[in-house]
C-alpha cells in the first residue's frame, strides 16, 4: 500500500467502530426492527400520506438483478429495459393525471414542487418576466412555501371559507400580473374538493398566471377526475402514497412532475427520448431545461414498483382504489361524527378532519388522542394538521383497510371519547403499553445528543 | 381485488352506515364539467405471472452484468447478502416516519447509529439523517453556507461530479449565489496556484470532491487551511464513501483551521445497489456551532418521561412544517432506508473489513492502471494518487467506462475508468486484453447494435403483453 | 402577578428602564403559550434597532416565534446563560429569563407600550 499511497493521506483507524459477527448484526436489527408499527401491523391512518398496504411483487421485481446493478451512464444500447420502463411510466402517469409530459426525475415531493416551481419560472422568463409571488392557501403542506421560496418567490397566503376550500373573492383580489401561479392541493388537505377549481384556474390563466397542483391527495381521484382536465399546468405526484411505493420509515420517495405541453420545454434533462427507429436514449441537449434537478434520471427502484402497481390494477382497479379510499374515509366520518367535532361540514373526500374540541373540555387533546391509539394497536392520525383547525385530527384510511380493521379503529376511537371524559388521566400519560413512554422532547431539543462519542 | 379487501356485502353495509346510496353519491363534490366519464386509458390489469414476465424481460435488456468498469459517482461493491434480508422486514420497510417516536424506536436508532457512522468516518461532529442523494446534498451545503457566510460567492472545483456542479446551479440560480469554477492542474486536481489567485474575502466556500471525479485523491486539508485563511468556508463532498475508510478524513487534522467545515455526498457505496441512479443516499455532516442550520433530519437521544432513554426525532423548528417559507430547506423526507442499508454496511463489515474493502481497490485499481500503461497504446493522464478510478486517453475506442467528452471535452478521446474489488483478476486481464485490440476503430456502430436489440425485443414484447396499450407507438 | 415596574408590547415581549437602559424579556403569558422553549436566538452586542423590529426568535419544541423590540436601542448585552439553559425563559421569564440589555436611543418611544394592569387587561381581553 505504501508505494502507491503516501502515508499522510491515510486515516489511522476508526474509532468507536466494532468488528461484529453477522449473528450479532443480524440480531441487532432484527431486534431493532421489532419495535416498530409498520403498514403490514394494521391501519396507518395518516391523513395526507396515503399508508396503503405496500404489494410485495413490486419488491420482487425492484429486485432483478438486471435492474439492480444497470449504471445510468451505460451506452444506451445496454440499458433500453429501464429506459422503456422509465417511459412506461411516464405515459402512465400522464394519462391518470391529464397532463402531456412527465419527469421521473425528482427524488420526493418537496423535490417535485421544487422543480415545478423552478419550471414555472423558466415560464415566465422566456415570456420577458419570472413575476413575483406564488399564492398558496392556508391550508396547504409546509413544504409548498419552503419550496416557492427557494425557488426565489414570495409567498401570499390566501384565506380559506367556511367550506374549507380556497376563498374565491379573496383569491381573485389577490391575482394579479405579479402572481407566477397558484399552488393548490386538490381535494385539499381537509378531504374537500375545490369545487371552484375550474374557476380558479381561469381566473389565473386570464392574468397570465400558472396552477400548481400538489398531488399528494391524487389517490382520491383516479379514474374519476384529471387534474388536467380542471386546468392544473404542473402537478407532482408522489409514488410513495398514491402508487404504494414503501415508505421505508420515512423515504426513499419518489416526485415525479407532470406538466402540460407548453412546459414540457424545460422540463429537467435528461429526458427519455426515443430514436425515429424506436430505439430508447437520454436526450441531454435541451436547451431550454431548467438544469438538473438531481444526478442521473430519479429514484428508479421506485419508478419500477410504481409501475408494477399500475399495471397489476389497470384502469378499472385504480378507480375501485379510488372509490373505495373515499368510501372507507367517508365510514369513518359517519361513525365518528357524533363523538368527535367534525372541522368542516363539506363533503369528505379520501380523508375526514375533527378537532378535538369536544375533548379539549377536559384538558385531552389531539396528540393525547394520538398517543392513546396505540394502546389500542393503532398508529395515531396525522396531529395539529392542517393549521387551520385547532386540535386536527387528520384520518386517511386509504382503500387497503377491511371493514373489520375499520371498525376496530372506530370502537378505539369511541372508547378513547369515553375515557377522556371519565379518565382523562389514562389518555394524556398515554400510550402504557409501548417500550419507552412518551418522550421529553423538550430536553432533547435544548441539549442535543446527535450522536454515539466513544468512550 | 388483490390489494382491496372489502367485499361487496361490506361495502353495502358501510354505504347504509354514511346514509348514502351509492359510491358515486360520495363524489357530488366534484362538478360534472370536470369528471372523466371515460375509463383511463391504461393497459388491461396484468395477473402476477403475466407482471413478473414483463418486468423479467425487461431487465433482461439490460446488460452490464458484467464488469463495465463504469464508476463516475456510482460503485458496486459487494453488497452483503444479510442487508437485503434485513430491510425486507416490513417493520422497517413499510414503516413512516418515525413521527411516533414510541413506535418507531427501530428506525430511530438505526438513524442515530447512521448518523454515528457518519460523523466518525468524514471526522465531523455531526451528521443528518441523510439526504435524498450525493448531488442534493452538495446543492444543501452551498445553501447551508450561504445561511451561515452570508456570502453568496462559491468557488467549485471543476472536478466535482459534472452532474452535482450542474444541480448546485440549479439550485442557486434564484438565489443570488454565484458560482466560479476552479480549474485543475495537469496532475489532475485542484490548481492551488489558481485557487490561491481566485479566493477573496467575498467567497462564502470553497468546495471540492476527494476522491474527485477523476478518480484523484484532493489535499483537501491544504484546500481547507486556505480558505479559512481568507474568510471562506469549506466544503467537501464525497462520492466514493468506501474511500472514507481508508483515506485521512477531511473533517480530521490536529489543527482546526485545516478540518472542513461542511463534509457532503453521497453513501450508495456502503451496500445500496446502482439500481440505474436511485435511491442512493446523502449524508452532511458538520460542526456542531452549525447544527441549526443544517437542512435534513436528525434524531437525538433522549428520555421518556420515566426515565428511559428514547430517541426522538429533534430540532424539527428548521424545518418546513414548523418554519415554512423560512425553513433551512423545503426537504421533508430524508432516504431512511437507504440509509439503514449504509448502517447495516458498516455494522457488517467492521473497521478492519472496511479498510480492506479500499486496499483491494485502490490495489486493483493500480493493477489495472499499470496493465494498460504497460500493455496498450491508451495513456493514463493525470499522475496525482489516485483510488479506484482513472482517466484514459484513448487512441481508437473504448467500451469500457465513461467516455468524457460531454463533461470535459477539452480532454478530447478521454474515458474514465473504474476498477473496484468486485472485479476479478481474469476480468480486468480482459479489459486490458481488449483495449490493446481496441485501439483500432471499431467495425460496428452502436446505434445498429440498438436496432438490432430493439427489433428482437419488439416480438417478445408483443407475445408477453398483448394488452400494452402503448404497444402503438413502438 | 405581572411586575408593575414593567412596559409591554403587543407582541408580549416586556421592557424595564432604569436611566438610558432597557431590559427585554417576554412574558410569563407568552412563556406559557409557547410551552417548553428550547432555544433563543439573540442578535450581538453593537446590533441597533428601530423600535418594532425583530431581533432575534425564540423557540418550543414546535413552533417558532421572531421577538419584536419594544423601543429603539443598541444592544449592550446579551443573557449568555440562555444558550446552555433556555428553560430559565419558562421558569422566570422576568428575572433570570431575561434576554436583552439595550441602550435607548429615544426614552420618548414608550408611549405605545402598556402598563402591567393594561397588559393584564389586553390578555384578558384576546382569552375571550
Known sequence: MSEILDANLLREDLPGMSELSEVDVVRHFTRLSTWNYHIDLGLYPLGSCTMKYNPKINERIARLQGFTLAHPYLPAADIQGALEIQKALETCLAEISGMDAVTLQPAAGAHGELTGILMIRAYHESRGHPRKKILIPDSAHGTNPASAAISGYVIETVPSNIRGTVDLGRLAASVNEDVAAIMITNPNTLGIFESDIAKISELLHSRGALVYMDGANLNAMMGITRPGDFGVDVLHINLHKTFTTPHGGGGPGAGPVAVKKMLEPFLPYPVVAKTAEGAYFFEYERPQSIGKIKAYNGHFGMHLRALCYILANGAEGLKEASEIAVLNANYIRAKLKDTYALAYESPSLHEVVFSDRLQARKDVHVWDIGKRLIDYGFHPPTVSFPLIVPGAIMIEPTETESKQELDGFIEAMLAIAREADETPETVKTAPHTTRVGRIDEAAAARRPVLRWKPE | ?474 | MTPDDLLFTKEHEWLRIVGEAGTIGISDHAQKELGDIVYVELPKPGMKFNSGEPFGSVESVKAVSELFIPVSGEVIEINEDLGAAPEKINEDPYGAGWMIRIRLSNTDETGDLMSAEEYDEYIQEAAE
Not at chain 2, 476527494?210 to 485563511?229: C, R, V
Not at chain 2, 457532503?264 to 445500496?272: C, D, K, L, R, T
Request: proline share 4%; charged share 20%; aromatic share 8%.
Open chain 2, 1 to 474: 381485488m388483490r390489494y382491496i379487501p372489502n367485499s361487496e356485502t361490506d361495502r353495502k353495509q358501510m354505504l347504509a352506515e354514511i346514509g348514502a346510496d351509492s359510491i358515486e353519491r360520495l363524489f357530488s363534490d366534484i362538478p360534472e364539467n370536470v369528471r372523466l366519464r371515460r375509463l383511463l386509458n391504461l393497459p388491461k390489469a396484468l395477473t402476477e405471472p403475466e407482471l413478473l414476465d414483463y418486468f423479467h424481460a425487461r431487465a433482461a435488456e439490460v446488460s452490464g452484468r458484467g464488469t463495465p468498469f463504469i464508476g463516475a459517482g456510482i460503485y458496486r461493491h459487494h453488497i452483503p447478502i444479510i442487508i437485503d434480508a434485513l430491510i425486507s422486514r416490513s417493520e422497517f420497510y413499510t414503516a413512516y416516519t418515525p413521527y411516533q417516536a414510541e413506535i418507531a424506536q427501530g428506525t430511530l436508532q438505526a438513524i442515530f447509529e447512521f448518523q454515528t457512522y457518519i460523523a466518525q468516518l468524514t471526522g465531523m461532529d455531526v451528521a443528518n439523517a441523510s439526504l435524498y442523494d450525493g448531488s442534493t446534498g452538495l446543492a444543501e451545503a452551498v445553501l447551508m453556507a450561504q445561511r451561515i457566510s452570508k456570502k453568496h460567492k462559491f468557488l467549485i472545483a471543476r472536478t466535482v461530479h459534472p452532474e452535482y456542479r450542474a444541480v448546485v446551479d440549479t439550485y442557486a440560480k434564484n438565489l443570488g449565489i454565484h458560482v466560479e469554477l476552479i480549474e485543475y492542474a495537469p496532475d489532475g486536481r485542484v490548481d492551488m496556484d489558481r485557487l490561491e489567485r481566485q479566493i477573496g474575502q467575498d467567497v462564502a466556500a470553497v468546495v471540492v470532491q476527494s476522491p474527485n471525479f477523476f478518480g484523484t485523491i484532493e489535499h483537501t486539508h491544504d484546500i481547507s487551511e486556505l480558505a479559512h485563511s481568507r474568510g471562506a468556508l469549506s466544503i467537501v463532498n464525497v462520492c466514493e464513501a468506501i474511500a472514507l475508510g481508508i483515506l485521512k478524513p477531511p473533517g480530521e487534522d490536529a489543527s482546526e483551521h485545516r478540518r472542513a467545515d461542511i463534509v457532503v455526498g453521497e453513501a450508495q457505496s456502503f451496500g445500496v445497489p446502482p439500481s440505474f441512479g436511485g435511491p442512493h443516499v446523502g449524508f452532511l455532516a458538520t460542526r456542531e456551532r452549525y447544527i441549526r442550520q443544517m437542512p435534513g433530519r436528525l434524531v437525538g437521544l433522549g428520555r421518556d418521561y420515566s426515565g428511559r432513554p428514547a430517541f426522538v426525532l429533534t430540532l424539527s423548528t428548521r424545518e418546513q412544517h414548523i418554519r415554512r417559507e423560512k425553513a433551512t430547506s423545503n426537504i421533508c423526507t430524508n432516504q431512511s432506508l437507504c440509509a439503514l442499508m449504509a448502517t447495516i454496511y458498516l455494522a457488517t463489515v467492521g473497521p478492519k473489513g472496511l479498510r480492506e474493502i479500499c486496499e483491494h481497490n485502490i490495489l486493483k485499481a493500480d493493477y489495472a492502471a499499470n496493465e494498460i500503461r504497460n500493455r496498450t497504446r491508451h495513456r493514463l493522464i493525470f499522475s496525482a494518487p489516485r483510488f479506484n478510478e482513472f482517466v484514459l486517453k484513448v487512441q481508437g475506442q473504448c467500451s469500457f467506462g465513461l467516455s468524457l467528452s460531454r463533461f470535459y471535452p477539452e480532454l478530447g478521446n478521454a474515458f474514465l475508468l473504474c476498477v473496484t474489488e468486485t472485479a476479478r483478476r481474469h476480468e480486468i486481464d480482459a479489459m486490458v486484453q481488449r483495449l490493446a485490440i481496441t485501439s483500432a476503430p471499431r467495425l460496428t456502430c452502436r446505434s445498429t447494435s440498438v436496432l438490432c436489440l430493439k427489433k428482437a425485443r419488439l416480438v417478445a414484447a408483443r407475445s408477453i403483453c398483448r394488452h400494452w396499450t402503448f404497444q402503438r407507438n413502438l
